[in-house]
């Protein structure tokens, strides 16, 4: 065997950084298709999210008029949704943009922006305070930490109505272990973390603690931390 097919072979059999944990082949089309369609410029990022403010927060003046401060923008295209929806041709890219609009909310909100494939843009937001978790990952989960609070509530004498909803409230991160990897394209391949999602229902809000281990394929492993849940009022 010659050297060159020597070197291929174990390049093969190296396995992947956890950092990335995926097939080099997978990341370079996410960096194309980045490159492809760049994020737009911060004020059409600030006219995009004032838009979906002003429909959550309806007719609040102080939310109309108020200052947008951008913390952070990131791709978001290795996002399950974003993902298949490029694959699909359907959308073109996605972000993540974290923002402080103090006139609306004083927690900061993130949003996820997404260009659709005649490069129009439509905006929703995916969570208020701080998480590492990414849309689709908050999606999976978040019937789960419903159920959890539903059941504490319960266990707690507090009956709800079949047709109650619930709300997620403003997340915080409890615990980030130093194994948890870099952002990479809006997700994170390796590590684990724990969030705590406050749920309100019934005219309370219960503090449901959640463990996160990512996968290394997009996704994480959930752990709802019973012992943790805490009924707040």
Not at 55 to 82: F, L, M, Q, V
Not at 166 to 190: D, Q
Not at 196 to 207: D, G, Y
Not at 209 to 226: E, M, P, R, V
Request: one cysteine or more; aromatic letters at 6%.
């Amino acid at each position: 065997m010659n050297g060159r097919c020597l070197a291929l072979l174990m390049a093969l059999f190296v396995p992947l950084a956890p950092l990335d944990a995926q097939h080099p082949m997978i990341l370079a089309r996410l960096n194309e298709w980045n490159a492809a369609a760049p994020v737009p410029a911060d004020e059409i990022l600030k006219t995009e999210i004032r838009g979906e403010a002003g429909e959550i927060y309806g007719g609040k003046a102080d939310c109309n008029s108020s200052d947008i401060a951008i913390d952070t923008i990131e791709p978001a295209t290795a996002d399950r949704y974003a993902f298949n929806a490029i694959l699909r041709k359907a959308l073109r890219n996605a972000w993540f943009v974290t923002a402080k609009l103090p006139g609306c909310e004083q927690a900061p909100m993130r949003f996820m922006v997404l260009q659709n494939a005649d490069n129009s843009l439509r905006t929703v937001r995916v969570n208020r305070g701080i998480s590492y978790a990414w849309d689709s990952l908050i999606g999976d989960t978040l019937p789960a930490a419903q159920l959890a609070a539903t059941i504490a509530l319960e266990r707690a004498g507090v009956t709800c109505s079949s047709n109650e909803k619930t709300i997620l409230g403003v997340t915080r991160i409890a615990v980030g272990e130093a194994s948890v990897g870099k952002n990479v394209f809006g997700i994170r391949y390796s590590g684990s973390w724990t969030e705590v999602w406050p749920i309100e229902a019934c005219k309370r809000t219960v503090e449901v603690s959640i463990k996160f281990t990512a996968d290394g394929d997009g996704g994480a492993f959930t752990q709802i931390l019973g012992d943790k849940t805490r009924i707040l009022s």
